[in-house]
């Protein structure tokens, strides 16, 4: 007889929506510093990101999903840190999970090169994928009306776009649209 294999969900503690402490930010920043696909973020993104954060039961800081607000209907999820040692573990998906049972009704959009952050929307329910056609304009588009033209983030989408089209860069796009 086939079995599915149903992954538990991890157990700990998910915080409500809020800003990043100081304390999290000093554990996080170094980390991301040199994480393989994150460049890191200003002082003032830090201060601004909202973000639900996961700890363990005894205290141990796991990580964090944050979710942007683009207008009255979009939210970004993302970006998305899981320290090494708690990874492979279900805690994106996790996070992902709550991100969307508080944003019930809104529309959601994802965009993302990690590997693993790709299987956790891949076959999510209520979401299609963007072709890459779209997927570069929108995103290039939702990022600037997101930081009202910051040179440094458009900088960096310019470096972005262009390692995409010389690197076919495989970044993914998903989006769930808002109920009304
Ligand atoms: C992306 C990230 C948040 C995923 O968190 P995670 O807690 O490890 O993810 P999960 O344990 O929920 O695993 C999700 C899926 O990815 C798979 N996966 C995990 N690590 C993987 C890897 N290195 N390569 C391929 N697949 C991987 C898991 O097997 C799982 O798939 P499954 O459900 O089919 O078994 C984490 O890897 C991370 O923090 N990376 C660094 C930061 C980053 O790059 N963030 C994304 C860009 S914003």
């Known amino acids: 007889m086939m079995s599915v294999q149903m992954r538990e969900k991890p157990v700990g503690v998910i915080s409500k929506l809020r800003h990043l402490t100081r304390e999290e930010i000093a554990i996080l920043r170094p980390r991301i510093a ?5 460049t890191g973020f200003s002082r003032r993104q ?5 973000a639900i954060v996961a700890y363990t039961r005894d205290g141990k800081l796991i990580g964090f999903l944050a979710i942007i607000p683009i207008n009255r209907y979009w939210n970004e999820l993302g970006p998305v840190y899981i320290l090494d040692e708690f990874r492979g573990q279900g ?8 991100a969307e049972l508080l944003l019930v009704g809104k529309g959601i959009y994802v965009v993302s ?3 693993a952050m790709q299987k956790i929307m891949e076959g999510r329910p209520g979401y299609r994928e963007l072709s890459s056609f779209w997927q570069l304009d929108l995103f290039i588009v939702i990022h600037i009306i997101r930081t009202r033209g910051e040179p440094e983030v458009i900088c960096m989408l310019l470096a972005k776009k ?8 495989s970044d993914r796009t998903w989006l769930r649209q808002p109920s009304t």
């Open 91 to 98: 805690w994106g998906s996790r996070l992902v999970d709550e």
């Open 162 to 169: 262009v390692l995409e089209l010389t690197a076919q860069a």
């Open 34 to 38: 040199i994480s393989e696909y994150m």
């Open 113 to 115: 090169h990690n590997i």
């Open 46 to 50: 830090w201060r601004r990101m909202k």
